[in-house]
């Protein structure tokens, strides 16, 4: 990292009761659009891990140097971290925090459970992957950012103001494996998907819902975009996501 982490893009950390939660932001993105969400958490009594992934919250620069094996590495470091304390722990995901979430769940069965916000969940496909590529194989590494999709007025995610290519193709390569392997996810799995969603299509979520292989559930979010977290429905994922947990504290006691 060569620069400081950028005002409100800070982690979050808050010891709590024998129920972990792992709280992940999105590409380009911070844990700032994610904060309310984890605060919620923390007042709930849980404990909580929001993290900020190599390479985000300081400067375009930095991630450029970064890329998917770095991102899962520390999402799975947090895990460990958060199973060395706890009894059980949830994981949390919006967009590729989303990805980084079925990742997870993948290779480590013994979670929970995951709630996932608009969840990146395959590639962009063959197309674009080879556009992107074509680009970097140009000269170009960065092009316009896709952050801060939000129908609120005034709110934004302190996310870059552009999107770097090589980490995006680590990205797309990524979730074209988990795409593969979403059936390995048996855990109780609680979806969000916004309806005016400008970054990602709807056919993610309804993948994750056709192929995992535990009880899942979807909830549309009728007011919001991209960065749900952040916008008009933030209060009904908080009040679902933290609904979704107590249920599953219940059932495991």
């Known amino acids: 990292m060569t620069a400081a982490i950028k005002p409100g893009c800070e982690p979050l950390s808050a010891e709590g009761n024998a129920t972990g939660v792992l709280v992940l932001h999105g590409f380009t993105g911070s844990p700032k659009s994610m904060r309310p969400l984890?605060?919620?958490?923390?007042?709930?009594?849980?404990?909580?891990e929001m993290i900020l992934l190599p390479g985000h919250g300081t400067s375009i620069e930095d991630m450029k140097q970064t890329n998917f094996s770095d991102w899962s590495s520390a999402a799975e470091a947090a895990l460990l971290a958060l199973e060395a304390r706890c009894e059980r722990v949830v994981v949390v995901g919006l967009s590729m925090g989303g990805l980084l979430t079925c990742w997870l769940a993948e290779h480590h069965p013994e979670i929970a459970g995951i709630v996932v916000i608009n969840p990146v969940v395959e590639s962009l496909g063959a197309e674009i992957e080879e556009g992107v590529a074509a680009l970097i194989e140009a000269g170009m590494d960065e092009t316009e950012g896709i952050g801060s999709d939000?129908?609120?007025?005034?709110v934004d995610e302190s996310?870059?103001?552009?999107?770097?290519l090589v980490p995006l193709l680590s990205m797309l390569h990524a979730a074209g494996d988990v795409a593969q392997n979403l059936s390995s996810i048996t855990c109780p799995v609680l979806c969000f998907r916004s309806e005016q969603d400008h970054v990602l299509q709807q056919h993610h979520t309804d993948r994750l819902m056709a192929e995992v292989g535990g009880p899942a559930e979807r909830?549309?979010?009728e007011n919001s975009c991209h960065v749900a977290t952040l916008d008009y429905d933030a209060a009904l994922i908080e009040?679902?996501?933290?609904?979704?947990?107590?249920?599953?504290?219940?059932e495991q006691q």
Do not use: H, N, W
């Open 239 to 250: 009040t679902q996501a933290l609904a979704f947990v107590e249920r599953l504290v219940e």
């Open 159 to 164: 996310s870059y103001g552009a999107t770097p």
């Open 38 to 48: 984890a605060t919620r958490f923390v007042d709930a009594g849980y404990s909580v």
């Open 150 to 154: 939000i129908a609120k007025e005034g």
């Open 219 to 221: 909830i549309i979010l």
